[in-house]
């Protein structure tokens, strides 16, 4: 018959207490959970047009465009509506409707508008592209217009763009012709930021043995980004001309006025003749 042994009870405490750190351990286990949330609100792509009267004219031999003379004054008319957009997130005048009436040869509606781009996103504009076909006999002018593809930051505008309708004697419709209708489109589309860069090249600067002497950037393109010269000769320094950096606004040869910015140098020990040439961008 096998005996169970007990074992000692300085054994037997050693286990509790070994079991009492290991259940201790348990529950001195802390714990915190970090969590990563993100929220993304898209901008905006948001234009407008904004109008001006309608100009009506007739051609003189003289080339010019005349008023209306009194008679004819309410032969023919010219109007303008503005309609806004049937989205939501549009603001503004998105259409114009022109509306010419009792057209005569060379009477002319010029309607003249700009585009405003009221959104958080920069656009840039195209030139207005016709719709379908407009009729030979008309010659749709843009007398003047903006640049195509001029890029608009929030409240910029594109600059006037003056849309001139009119036939002549050569070619024409017939009287009381039926209504014609034609028209274009403008495309404002999203545009990631590309700076333009120019270097702008100075007049031929003459500098004494230590003389100063600096060329600016067109307001335009503000922001300086580098410069160089044609200088035979070492320099004895150059710099940025612009808020934060060196000596700006005012220098030894010129006091330059915020925001005007540009770049300035200090020739060598000896007296020359050379440009200065500065790379000028429209953004930073």
Do not use: R
Not at 131 to 149: E, H, K, Q, R
Not at 226 to 237: H, I
């Amino acid at each position: 018959m096998i005996k169970n042994k007990a074992l000692p009870i300085g054994t037997i405490f050693i286990i509790l207490v070994i079991a009492l750190a290991l259940v201790g351990v348990g529950y001195a286990f802390w714990s915190e959970t970090l969590t990563i949330s993100g929220t993304v609100q898209t901008g905006e792509v948001d234009v407008q047009f904004s109008t001006y009267d309608p100009v009506e004219c007739v051609d003189t031999q003289a080339g010019l465009c005349q008023p209306e003379p009194s008679e004819k004054a309410d032969a023919a008319n010219c109007t303008v509506t503005q309609i806004g957009s049937t989205d939501p997130n549009d603001n503004g005048v998105s259409k114009l409707v022109v509306t010419a009436t009792g057209m005569y040869p060379s009477w002319h509606c010029k309607v003249s508008f700009d585009v405003t781009s009221t959104g958080n996103v920069p656009v840039h504009v195209e030139l207005p592209k016709p719709v379908g076909d407009i009729p030979v006999w008309v010659a749709t002018d843009l007398a003047t217009c903006y640049t195509n593809n001029v890029q608009l930051e929030q409240t910029e505008s594109t600059g006037k763009c003056t849309l001139d309708i009119h036939f002549t004697n050569a070619q024409a419709p017939e009287e009381n012709s039926i209504p014609y209708t034609f028209g274009w489109t403008i495309l404002a589309k999203q545009w990631n930021e590309e700076p333009d860069v120019i270097t702008v090249t100075s007049s031929m600067l003459d500098f004494g043995p230590t003389g100063w002497g600096g060329w600016s950037c067109p307001a335009d393109h503000k922001y300086v980004v580098g410069g160089t010269t044609n200088c035979a000769l070492a320099l004895t320094s150059s710099q940025w001309a612009k808020p934060g950096v060196g000596m700006y606004p005012v220098y030894p040869h010129y006091t330059y006025t915020a925001p005007e910015t540009g770049w300035v140098v200090q020739n060598g020990a000896v007296g020359q003749s050379c440009q200065i040439l500065v790379d000028c961008s429209t953004a930073p």
